[in-house]
Structure formats: C-alpha cells, structure tokens
C-alpha cells in the first residue's frame, strides 16, 4: 500500500526551529518528485516547497524562502522540512505530498503550532 | 501569481441532487493544468480530478470536470452522502502552484 506518514509537529516558539519528516512505503520513493503542502486552522490549502527526484532543484513559496529548507534522503525514503525563524503565521498542518504538480497521494499530516 | 476564486463558499443541496462548483482564476492556467480535491473534516484532502478533466484513480463517473482558460467548473452530477465536504481547486501551471479558499457542500 502507498503510504507516507508526516511526524515532527509540535509547539514551538517564534523564532524556534522544527523539522518536519515524512516516510514513504509502498512505491520507489527515488523516482518522485515531493511536495509540502500546509493548510491553517479553519483555512484553505498552500503549496509551500517541493524537491525533485534527487534532491537537485528545489523550490519554495515567497513566504517561506530563506527560513524552510527541503530536503530528502533517498536511501531511507524519507522527505524533510527543516524549518527556522517560525513566525505565527506558520501555524498549520504541514502535508507531506507525493508528486510536483498535482498530488496524489497524502500524509495524515502533522500539526504546527507556533505560539509563545 | 495565479490567484483562483471559488464560488459559492456554500452550496446547500439534498443527496441525489446535481452541485455545480466554479474556480476562476486571475489570469489563463497553462495547459488546462487544474486540479481538484475533496476533503472531509480531519482527513487530509484527496485527488479528485487533474487537467481539468481527467478523474483520478479510483473517483466514480458522478465527478465530472470541465473549462479552460480562467474559468473551470467541478460537477457531481447526483450527490452521494460521502460527498458533502470541501472541495478545493489548485492550478500546477505557474510557479507557485495555488489553491482556492475552498467551496463547502453541505446537507441542505
């Protein structure tokens, strides 16, 4: 079965640090493109940064660039997000998705709450 | 970037009835590239159509999409009890990929 399971949220305070994971089971993990995607409470979804298949070219929404960093480990089928600099505004559920441009195949999502 | 409206923000309907959803954006999707996705409360969303008119794996015939250029359009030709959620659209054709604010199908 094509799984990814999201881990890494919690509470943190602005201006702290977190890192988000995601492990994938169930297809070849090196042969996508992945994706997160975040969605506020009570709000809509927003595409915040992808990687391609090895880990080559990586993209970021404006919001984010210089402060969330995306990366991946091939070897242990594994998707990250470090991020730092956390702002208030930043609090969400952060997806861990399959794909570049529409997406598949989802996390259960992982919650992060940044509040001081 | 490509700034997508979704109307209405509630659409009240009864099982069995036709719900007619719409996405506009601010400037032409390249391509075609929309998707659409559904989401109940707590789950994260699923995949329910791609270029604007291809269902995804596993989505039954009662989803239909159609449109092009800005506006683009989301049917679910008779409404199921497992389909009253949200649903979102989301352009892949410039970089930053969007989403809509969403378009939320409830139980009349």
């Given at each position: 079965?094509?799984?990814?399971?999201?881990?890494?949220?919690?509470?943190?305070?602005?201006?702290?640090?977190?890192?988000?994971?995601?492990?994938a089971?169930?297809?070849?993990?090196?042969s996508?493109?992945?994706?997160?995607?975040?969605?506020?409470?009570?709000?809509?979804?927003?595409?915040?940064?992808?990687?391609?298949?090895?880990?080559?070219?990586?993209?970021?929404?404006?919001?984010?660039?210089?402060r969330?960093?995306i990366?991946?480990?091939?070897?242990?089928?594994?998707?990250?997000?470090?991020?730092?600099?956390?702002?208030?505004?930043?609090?969400?559920?952060?997806?861990?998705?399959?794909?570049?441009?529409?997406?598949?195949?989802?996390?259960?999502?992982?919650?992060?709450?940044?509040?001081? | 970037?490509?700034v997508?409206?979704?109307?209405?923000?509630?659409?009240?309907?009864?099982?069995?009835?036709?719900?007619?959803?719409?996405?506009?954006?601010s400037?032409?999707?390249?391509?075609?590239?929309?998707?659409?996705?559904?989401?109940?409360?707590?789950?994260?969303?699923?995949?329910?159509?791609?270029?604007?008119?291809?269902?995804?794996?596993g989505?039954?015939?009662?989803?239909?999409?159609?449109?092009?250029?800005?506006?683009?359009?989301?049917?679910?030709?008779r409404?199921?009890?497992?389909?009253?959620?949200?649903?979102?659209?989301?352009?892949y054709?410039s970089?930053?990929?969007?989403?809509?604010?969403?378009?939320?199908?409830?139980?009349k």
């Open positions: 079965e094509v799984q990814l399971a999201d881990s890494g949220g919690g509470l943190v305070q602005p201006g702290g640090s977190l890192r988000l994971s995601c492990v089971s169930g297809f070849t993990f090196s996508y493109w992945m994706t997160w995607v975040r969605q506020a409470p009570g709000k809509g979804l927003e595409w915040v940064a992808n990687i391609k298949e090895d880990g080559t070219e990586k993209n970021y929404v404006d919001s984010v660039k210089g969330f960093t990366s991946r480990d091939n070897a242990k089928n594994s998707l990250y997000l470090q991020m730092n600099g956390l702002r208030a505004e930043d609090t969400a559920v952060y997806y861990c998705v399959r794909g570049r441009s529409f997406f598949s195949v989802w996390g259960q999502g992982t919650l992060v709450t940044v509040s001081s | 970037e490509i997508l409206t979704q109307s209405p923000g509630t659409l009240s309907l009864s099982p069995g009835e036709r719900a007619t959803l719409s996405c506009r954006a400037q032409s999707v390249n391509t075609n590239y929309l998707a659409w996705y559904l989401q109940k409360p707590g789950q994260a969303p699923r995949l329910l159509m791609y270029g604007a008119s291809s269902r995804a794996t989505i039954p015939d009662r989803f239909s999409g159609s449109g092009s250029g800005t506006d683009f359009t989301l049917t679910i030709s409404l199921e009890p497992e389909d009253f959620a949200v649903y979102y659209c989301q352009q054709g970089s930053p990929w969007t989403f809509g604010q969403g378009t939320k199908v409830e139980i």
